[in-house]
């Protein structure tokens, strides 16, 4: 009758869970309602992230095609007004992002270094332990870090760059897993070979490992810059938007793309609510360019086992 | 041939000083070795600095307050006469975290189940992509969509919701534009990639032998998914979804976009039909009122607060994927 093997002797302690109990059709149908369940949950969570980037597209993608909107700041031009761009964001998103990965990157090479390369101290499991905690700070706690430390108890202005402090902390974590993950895909005996020449530890993790697991880090690199370019929080409490350029991290107002956003997004005219999605659209393109570059290079040059 | 010497050389200490002879190798060694423990330090003051500054800025705004801290709703914060307690934002924080997860990890533990048991490949791969891409999209993003296009769809919902349940604390009305369950299913479809993508992970990970065992057995996919796919993943989804709790209860700008702040002075009210305030959107409306110590240290303690809240959460996830990794 029943395909199931009920002997004593199986060893698998559920096996009760096959005996046709209902029969073989309550089990059939079980197993029919759990495969729509599936499909369904798949259909649900694939239909909103579908919406949403045929939303933007449908709305945004009218400025993107003229040159003004990459050229252009938004200086002295009023919601009632068509025109004027995003340039003046989407350079302070950059320069935000540039400030960031040149603190960010070197501490979050060296930590993963520290973690893999250096696994057996102490310090390692913690500093395991805190990039956990850090990767899932929020970035509006990140941004309240910086302005009780840099802006009210040293004394700086707020600035781009105290944006920027505010989104190492949210890049650091990313940069260290992803190295991380890397630097262990390195296999020992490149390593072995190096010391068996006399080579010293610290030249054979700067000219063997970090170069073999290289693309992997410039991916961990994209993919956090990808995140922080996103974050709006920070911009919220550490630095004031302006409708101008301005490339100066160090003082003044400046604008970025999801500040340009959430600056318009209550206004209720066409010109503006235009501009908003485009500005969304605009960022939406930064972020999963980036991303895409990032997986691309870390599918074709991953190291091969 | 290739073969694996066991212990790699990199896991022993450095020898004594036979190793290297000559000392400009030991000092590239120590400075290398410095450089990398000084970022591990460096990672770690961060940490540590962000508590200790966020508490050192609240505890005189805390001082004081006028009110309990843990279980006063108002939030009055000016400087002189501060009134400020947490119960309102905390209870807010709370429901909409609680509908987020309510509605992300089931689907998403199935949709991690579809991608890994049941698509075929050319349909699992790229899939899998898509959805880690859009773990990506930006939060402002979420947020403007949430309330301009996908609101007026849960209008009818909300009604029904009131309609049938509005005697339940939860679905009182009146209700209002921006609320605390719109807030929490969009933000179910936010944490949604990152649940699915961690369980993905674990599932894929089944020895097959385990899943080739229960379908020897005569198990139908659905029972050989029930008694060796599920429990082998069970550590990676609890902690999946700790990881997506936590991102949702310090999620700020599609909040704060999306549910209506409501009038200052306004009584205790639970229902999830209503608007209101979480940590992060309620320090994020008033970041433009940033200018005296005292009141500034009222939204910091609040955001101590919420930092104490996602360390816990995170903190568990840890222990559990460590607990995880010490039995495979």
């Known amino acids: 009758m029943s395909a199931v093997d009920t002997g004593p002797d199986t060893g698998l302690s559920r096996q009760s869970a096959f005996a046709p109990s209902r029969g073989q059709g309550g089990r059939a149908v079980r197993n029919a309602v759990a495969t729509g369940v599936m499909v369904l949950a798949f259909v649900i969570a694939v239909v909103p992230l579908v919406w949403i980037i045929v939303t933007v597209l449908q709305k945004g993608a009218g400025l993107l095609p003229d040159a003004s909107w990459w050229l252009n700041s938004q200086r002295g031009i009023t919601p009632r007004v068509v025109g004027g761009g995003a340039y003046h964001a989407i350079i302070g998103t950059i320069l935000q992002a540039l400030a960031t990965a040149v603190i960010a990157v070197p501490i979050g090479i060296f930590a993963a270094i520290l973690l893999v390369e250096y696994a057996a101290s102490r310090l390692a499991r913690v500093v395991s332990f805190t990039v956990d905690i850090l990767s899932g700070l929020p970035s509006i706690v990140a941004a309240l870090f910086v302005y009780a430390f840099w802006i009210t108890t040293l004394g700086f202005s707020r600035s781009g760059f105290a ?53 992997g880090i410039v991916t961990g690199v994209l993919l956090g810059l990808a995140r922080i370019m996103g974050e709006t929080a920070p911009l919220l409490i550490l630095v004031g938007y302006s409708q101008s350029i301005n490339t100066n991290l160090f003082s003044g107002n400046m604008a970025a793309l999801p500040l340009m956003i959430n600056n318009d997004r209550q206004q209720a005219l066409a010109p503006a609510v235009e501009r908003v999605w485009a500005a969304a659209l605009t960022l939406v393109l930064l972020v999963l360019v980036l991303n895409i570059a990032g997986r691309v290079i870390a599918r074709f040059s991953s190291v091969k086992k | 041939m290739s073969s694996i010497t ?126 880690d891409l859009l773990a990506a999209i930006p939060s402002i993003v979420y947020g403007l969509w949430g309330i301009q296009v996908f609101a007026p769809h849960l209008g009818g919902l909300q009604t029904v919701l009131n309609d049938a349940l509005g005697w339940f604390p939860l679905f009182g009305g009146p209700i209002s534009t921006g609320t605390v369950f719109i ?52 550590a990676g989804v609890v902690s999946a979804s700790m990881l997506g709790l936590g991102r949702a ?39 433009a009122e940033f200018n005296d110590p005292s009141s500034t240290g009222a939204y910091i303690a609040a955001g101590l607060v919420l930092f104490v809240l996602t360390f816990v959460v995170n903190a568990i996830a840890r222990v559990i994927v460590n607990r995880r990794k010490a039995f495979t």
Do not use: H
């Open chain 1, 163 to 215: 944006v920027s402090l505010a989104l190492v902390l949210l890049m650091i974590p990313v940069v260290v897993r992803s190295t991380e993950e890397m630097l262990k895909l390195v296999p020992n005996e490149l390593r072995e070979a190096s010391f068996a020449l006399g080579v010293p530890k610290w030249k054979t993790i700067v000219r063997i490992v970090l170069p073999t697991a290289f693309s």
């Open chain 2, 6 to 131: 066991g212990r790699s050389a990199v896991d022993q200490a450095p020898g004594p000083a036979g190793d290297v002879p000559r000392g400009r190798r030991r000092l590239g060694d120590s400075l290398f070795g410095g450089a990398a423990s000084a970022s591990g330090v460096v990672v770690i003051a961060i940490v540590a600095l962000t508590g200790i500054f966020l508490a050192t800025r609240a505890v005189p705004s805390l001082l004081d307050d006028k009110v309990n801290f843990l279980t006063s709703t108002e939030w009055v914060a000016d400087p002189g006469a501060l009134r400020f307690g947490i119960l309102q934002i905390l209870w807010t924080t709370v429901s909409i975290s609680v509908i987020a997860m309510i509605i992300a990890v089931p689907v998403g533990i199935c949709n991690a189940l579809f991608l890994t048991q049941y698509a075929p490949r050319w349909l699992a791969r790229p899939a899998a992509s898509v959805i």
């Open chain 2, 183 to 234: 807030a929490g299913v969009v933000l179910a479809i936010m944490v949604l990639p990152i649940i699915t993508a961690l369980s993905r992970e674990v599932f894929a990970q089944t020895p097959a032998a385990n899943k080739e065992g229960a379908l020897a057995l005569g198990a139908t996919k659905w029972e050989m998914i029930r008694t060796a796919v599920l429990p082998f993943g069970r």
């Open chain 2, 249 to 287: 209860l310090g999620e700020t700008i599609a909040i704060t976009i999306i549910v209506s702040s409501v009038a200052p002075g306004t009584d205790f009210f639970s229902s999830w039909l209503q608007g209101g305030e979480t940590f992060a959107s309620k320090i994020a409306n008033n970041a």
